[in-house]
């Protein structure tokens, strides 16, 4: 991991922190994983917003001031307000992304569930969905959410990853374990 990357990591890690505990204090964890499915949707289909969080020509105040009418206007709790604001406050909203994954995994191991990255050459019916997600809790022991994409450079099959894990049945992957096996034999 780069030095920036394991940098914004820590700093993200000890806000989660702070605000799980929180959250799980004031029995708000629910509350708090709706703020996480809105923020991160805000941050994936909003380019303004991932400029307002990265930039550092914008002042701490005009970013603050940002910050908190997009947190009232999507409704998120206060506890959460307050957090954005105080990332506004120490420059500190550009690990935004970093602390929405972070949250989203400690709730998720609160829950006792586990996500698999799952890329396939098609999008995955809800019968396959939950099929799949059957099959791999029996082989994880927690429940699993199915967090899909679709690669259509895979010819066929899946690759999966879950936590450390990662199981590649691939048409592409197969295709390429054949080509550097002919290479070897001649």
């Not at 991991?1 to 708000?28: C, D, H, L, N, W």
């Not at 048409?171 to 390429?176: G, V």
């Amino acid at each position: 991991m780069s030095e920036p990357a394991s940098i914004s990591s820590g700093i993200a890690q000890r806000y989660a922190t702070a605000v799980f505990q929180i959250a799980k204090e004031s029995k708000t964890l629910a509350d708090l994983e709706s703020g996480l499915d809105d923020l991160s949707t805000a941050l994936a289909e909003s380019a303004e917003l991932r400029d307002l969080i990265s930039s550092p020509v914008i002042s701490r105040e005009d970013q603050g001031k940002a910050i908190a009418q997009i947190a009232d206007k999507m409704g998120l709790q206060q506890m959460l307000k307050n957090v954005l604001g105080l990332m506004a406050e120490k420059r500190r909203l550009f690990v935004l992304p970093q602390l929405v994954e972070q949250l989203r995994a400690m709730l998720a191991e609160e829950k006792g569930e586990v996500t698999a990255e799952v890329v396939s050459a098609k999008a995955l019916t809800k019968t396959q969905s939950e099929k799949l997600s059957k099959t791999l809790a029996a082989r994880v022991g927690k429940d699993v959410k199915i967090n899909a994409a679709v690669d259509e450079s895979l010819i066929g099959g899946l690759v999966v990853k879950v936590g450390s894990k990662m199981i590649d049945t691939s048409i592409a992957s197969k295709l390429s374990s054949l080509q550097n096996a002919m290479k070897e034999v001649g």
